[in-house]
């Protein structure tokens, strides 16, 4: 009997059905088997609840962090190099690239190690707290991590969920509890979740351990708001009860119980398969348009690297073909020698030119970015300006590696509700039957002194249209998902309007409170959700029930949700609540076409408009509906497609009742943050999901269109009348007349002279944009609509699903010039658009956390957005675009002398600096200068970048890392090589340098070269400091005494451990002479003379807008320093024409 039970069992999962029983699993609550004749016990094996956030563990950490630092192509080519030295000789010893090498791992290792181990700590915490177990009917206490699925837990108020739960009951009558998911996505209302219809009556542990269930779900997956299952509950030989499971039963791990005493729950999700432990997974490595210029340049000095080893070793074999040249009298060949092949002789002699010229690679390049990516990332979260001190936040990092690429933004998309807004809703007034109510007007059905113009509800004809006004007013207190908070004072009729007192309202749409305290106004007042009860107090004071039957949720696709109630005198109401655009296409009665022309100038006016709409049920029309939702919610397959199905097939032949009008403002300097960003060149788009008209309204008051703007439209409503191919050549034709007239500088449409386009799209008309076609002509149409767009000012895009958002951002990021994209939002539907974005921002706004847990960078509030881009973005992309060419630049300097040197030792790969040198030039005597440069430079104020926008022009497109400027630096730095190398050379050349008539030596001459360099290096970088504190002059001028204090000790002392020592001495007797000391003054004189000549020359004939900024009078002072006020910050040297 049990083995045909189990074939029986199996064939079912796994010779499909509807269902695909393989990606769904069974949990036995309790452990408890099911009763003989029902499904077949199969006993399977989960994850423990131990959860593991570190990467390492102590065996595996060192091969497996050296396995992923060696991934990096500078450090394996560093590798490969270092390994050369070993294996053949080489001029130079492997110590001068091992040690660098080795000094810019063990710093990483360190770092990623420290992270972990803090990492391995919060894990242990977390893993080793205590938990209520029910075992055999009573409570034990056991290590979180002992946990396993099916187990049932007990929690108790203020504790977090172990792991991810089903709802089984509460210490609550009604089988309710509040939950706090701040550690989940950051929201901090309070959530209520709804216990399993059957168990919620087990209060006890004696009750809870006698409960024989098994639960059907769906496999982990990583979306917090997304569950599906079902429960079988046996009762005797009965058939089992099935009730279907939603997210409104689950319980997460890391969210925490509220207001309710304890719950107990059944472990389904253990460990690493928890919801939150899957959303541990990193986002898509972004990448800044920095680090690809730098890999490009790294390339190309890679290419020269090996044209020089290629070029020394040609020439020495030259050299070597003449007669006696190949084998000095001084130096003759051993037979082994002799007979070695020819080919292998010159791969060697290359490969070690390779190693003797590998130091223009700066493999130290790449530890000093990271650390002024990290540490230059903690100044976006120390800026006070950007903390808000209405909500106690201030700017979040998530992550440090996009820091350049904020000043380098040229599209912004931007969502408007709670983004633009303040997503703060005030009620404003509703119309119902075609009379408009204004809540400050009618308060309990009275008419007050200053509403005589208002059409008012007592106006409203007949007992009928009363009846149908009532009925509107139960709708919105009916129709919502709010919770009444908890409270002594919450309860009963002193909750009328009359005693002065507001329910405290738990929702997470603000939308929906704003209309529930908008109605208390109007004299109902929603009461409590009690045992499937909603209360609500009508105008006189008399307490109304309904029985809440069915809720038909709200989703982003359908734009409105409903409920089905039923009223004490046994009558069944389904009430509708929606966007205009999915309610009337399902009306079938009402006053339609006085509450449209209501709703369009409501909308006009920047306020969000929703409609309301009944019918009424009978009994047996209700039980179609129970059937139908009940078939839906068993599903676990396509649950949610199943539902949409059942609720399009609900939701239809509505009764019309009427509208309703909220304000939500805009935010705070939101306009004058817009305008900040046109004027620094920047496009701003705002994608939302509000209708055209509220949406249009929004972009007229923070200043996106402006008064003369001409708006252009590319809606459905437009495509009725003409085809998508007709619309978009005409607007082509259109803006493209006057394109040739729209410059660079009035790009963003601020100029007066010239015709300002703003461009409005619909979802809809983008699906059809962007609808793949057979022809191939949807590539036509993307490119017209891209034209069309670079020529407009500002686009809108309305009524926007959160996917297409996402295709917006795509189609302008891979559009033919690549432009950098941000994308700004703050709710869970601007997820896919900031992550598609190349820079992502999130507004830690009402709408919850999502948008900002999965951002780049989070912000309070909008208006922060513009010193985030034009300050910090702009010293960011200066501060790091210096420290590239400025690495590339010294470099250069300090190997090209190294070729030159090949040309007079006769290509013997003799080097020209000492081993000590060569290993600390780019880890000591050069490196803290540029790190402190590219960590605190201002090369002009920051009020001066705020008041002057289109400075941030100066910097676009990569300005700084241009192939031009990255010439000018490499052949800067060839320039000064030169100076240094016979500078130092012709001075030396016949010349007796010693009081005593000695000559210098080689080791000597390297050093005076090496000396001269350090110098002129270290001073260029404090040429082009602008900005001076006390540590930019310790750290300069330190670097420089260490140099010299490092090197009268490197040649003072005889080292026991240097197998050698060529160097001592030298330092010292090169400063007894007079020459040497001409020598570095003069050379490094002449090596900075053509830079500084250059910066005099271009500032005086060519200047940029930054460099007229930096030399006007009206300068303004430091950062730290006040402002004058008895004098301008900043005169702008061009002025532009501006719009009223």
Request: proline share 4%; hydrophobic share 40%.
């Amino acid at each position: 009997m049990e083995c045909c039970s189990l074939a029986r069992t199996l064939v079912h999962r796994y010779c499909a059905g509807e269902e695909d029983w393989v990606d769904s699993r069974t949990v036995y609550v309790g452990h408890r088997e099911p009763p003989p004749g029902a499904e077949a016990y199969i006993p399977q094996r989960y994850p423990d609840n131990r959860i593991v956030s570190s990467k390492y563990t102590f065996w595996n950490f060192i091969p497996k962090n050296l396995f992923e630092q060696f991934r990096r192509i500078a450090n394996f080519y560093f590798l490969i190099i270092f390994l050369v030295q070993l294996i053949i000789d080489t001029p130079t010893s492997p110590v001068t690239s091992g040690l660098p090498l080795f000094f810019v791992i063990t710093v990483t290792a360190i770092k990623q190690g420290y992270e972990d181990w803090l990492r391995h700590k919060a894990d242990n915490a977390m893993n080793q707290c205590s938990v209520h177990f029910v075992q055999h009917g009573r409570l034990v206490r056991k290590q979180s991590r002992k946990l396993r699925v099916g187990d049932i837990v007990m929690v108790k108020e203020d504790e977090t969920f172990p792991c991810d739960l089903i709802f089984l009951s509460s210490s609550r009558a009604d089988g309710t509890c509040h939950v706090t998911t701040a550690s989940l996505d950051g929201e901090s209302s309070h959530k209520t979740h709804y216990a399993v219809q059957d168990t919620k009556g087990f209060h006890s542990e004696e009750d809870i351990d006698s409960l024989h269930a098994t639960i059907e779900c769906e496999q982990p997956q990583p979306d917090l708001y997304k569950f599906v299952g079902r429960i079988n509950v046996y009762n005797g030989q009965n058939d089992p009860v099935v009730r279907p499971l939603g997210s409104e039963n689950l319980l997460l791990r890391g969210a925490t119980l509220k207001n309710t005493e304890k719950i107990f729950g059944v472990a389904i999700y253990t460990g690493m398969e928890t919801k939150m432990a899957l959303n541990y997974q990193s986002k898509s490595q972004k990448r800044s348009a920095v680090e690809k210029s730098m890999n490009t340049f790294l390339i190309v000095y890679l290419c020269i690297l090996i044209s020089k080893a290629l070029v020394n070793t040609i020439l020495k074999y030259v050299w070597q073909s003449k007669p006696f040249q190949d084998e000095p009298w001084y130096n003759r060949k051993t037979e082994a020698e002799r007979q070695r092949n020819l080919f292998l002789r010159a791969f060697t002699d290359f490969l070690a030119f390779m190693v003797l010229f590998n130091y223009i690679i700066p493999v130290s390049m790449y530890v000093t970015v990271e650390m002024q990516k990290f540490l230059g990332s903690y100044f976006i979260t120390w800026d006070n300006e950007m903390f808000d001190e209405e909500m106690g936040e201030g700017p979040l990092v998530n992550t440090s590696d996009l820091n350049e690429e904020l000043g380098q933004v040229e599209y912004v998309f931007t969502d408007k509700t709670g983004t633009l807004t303040e997503n703060n809703m005030e009620f404003k007034e509703c119309c119902v039957e075609g009379h408009v109510c204004v809540p400050h007007a009618v308060c309990n059905g009275q008419a007050l002194p200053d509403a005589s113009a208002i059409d008012m509800i007592d106006a409203s004809p007949g007992a009928s249209g009363r009846e149908r006004e009532e009925l509107f007013f139960r709708a919105l207190c009916l129709c919502h998902t709010i919770q009444v908070k908890d409270d002594d004072e919450a309860d009963g009729p002193q909750k009328s309007p009359d005693s002065g007192k507001r329910s405290a309202y738990i929702s997470s749409s603000p939308d929906e409170v704003a209309l529930v305290e908008g109605i208390q106004r109007f004299g109902f007042t929603f009461l409590r959700l009690k045992d499937s009860y909603m209360e609500l107090l009508n105008r006189d004071n008399d307490v109304e029930r309904f029985e809440l039957l069915e809720i038909l949720s709200f989703d982003s696709v359908r734009r409105r949700m409903s409920v089905i109630v039923k009223s004490a005198a046994g009558e069944i109401y389904l009430f509708c609540k929606g966007a205009d655009s999915s309610i009337f296409p399902r009306v079938i009665e009402g006053k339609v076409d006085q509450i449209r022309s209501r709703v369009e100038r409501n909308a006009v006016e920047g306020l969000r408009t929703l409609c309301v709409a009944y019918k009424r049920l009978v009994p047996e029309e209700y039980e179609g509906i129970c059937e139908l939702l009940q078939a839906a919610k068993l599903a676990l397959q396509d649950r949610d497609k199943k539902l949409a199905e059942a609720y399009e097939q609900i939701e239809t032949d509505l009764i019309l009742l009427g509208a309703t009008a909220v304000e939500d403002r805009l935010q705070e300097k939101a306009a004058d943050t817009i305008e900040a960003l046109q004027k620094a060149g920047i496009k701003v788009w705002v994608l939302t999901g509000d209708k055209m008209e509220t949406a249009a309204a929004t972009c007229y008051a923070c200043k996106l269109f402006r008064r003369n703007t001409q708006l252009l439209e590319v809606t459905t409503k437009r495509l009725e009348e003409q085809s998508l191919h007709d619309v978009l050549f005409e607007l082509s034709k259109m803006v493209l007349r006057c394109g040739a007239s729209l410059t660079r500088d009035n790009f963003s449409g601020l100029s007066a002279d010239t015709q300002d386009y703003g461009l409005i799209i619909d979802g809809a008309a983008l699906s059809l944009i962007m609808k793949p076609r057979e022809a191939g002509s949807s590539s036509n149409y993307r490119e017209l609509f891209l034209d069309i767009c670079r020529n407009c000012s500002a686009v809108l895009c309305c009524r926007m699903a959160p996917l297409q958002k996402a295709q917006i951002v795509k189609l302008i990021k891979f559009s033919k010039e690549h432009p950098i994209t941000l994308a700004i939002g703050d709710g869970a539907n601007d997820v896919s658009m900031i992550l598609e974005a190349h820079v992502g921002i999130g507004v830690i706004g009402k709408e919850g956390r999502q948008a900002a847990r999965n951002s780049d960078y989070a912000i309070p509030k909008f208006k922060h957005l513009k010193k985030m881009l034009l300050v910090h973005g702009h010293f960011y992309y200066i501060r790091i675009s210096e420290l590239v060419q400025y690495f590339f630049y010294k470099n250069v300097c300090f190997i090209f002398p190294q070729f030159l040197y090949q040309f007079f030792c006769g290509f013997s790969q003799q080097t020209l600096y000492d081993t000590a040198y060569l290993t600390l030039y780019n880890i000591s005597f050069t490196s803290l200068p540029i790190l402190l440069y590219s960590l605190v430079e201002q090369h002009v104020a920051m009020d001066a970048l705020q008041r002057d926008p289109a400075l941030y022009r100066d910097i676009a497109k990569n300005a700084l890392l241009r192939w031009r400027t990255f010439i000018y630096w490499t052949l800067l730095g060839l320039y000064d090589a030169l100076v240094f190398f016979f500078g130092a050379y012709f001075m030396f050349e016949n010349t007796t340098v010693t009081s005593n008539g000695q000559v210098f030596g080689n080791w000597t001459f390297g050093t005076l070269v090496f000396t001269v360099m350090v110098f002129t290096v270290t001073l260029k970088l404090a040429l082009d400091t602008h900005y001076w504190t006390w540590i930019n002059h310790f750290v300069i001028w330190g670097s420089l005494l260490f140099y010299v204090v490092f090197s009268l000790l490197w040649g003072g002392v005889i080292w026991p451990f240097l197998s050698y020592q060529r160097m001592y001495y030298v330092f010292i007797q090169m400063l007894s002479s007079g020459p040497a000391w001409l020598a570095i003054v003069l050379l490094v004189t002449v090596s900075l003379l053509p830079d500084v000549l250059k910066k005099v020359l271009c500032r005086q004939l060519w200047p940029s807008a930054i460099e007229r900024v930096q030399r006007s009078p009206s300068r303004p002072a430091p950062a730290d320093a006040a402002p004058s006020p008895d004098r301008p910050l900043l005169t702008d040297p061009e002025p532009r024409p501006r719009r009223e």
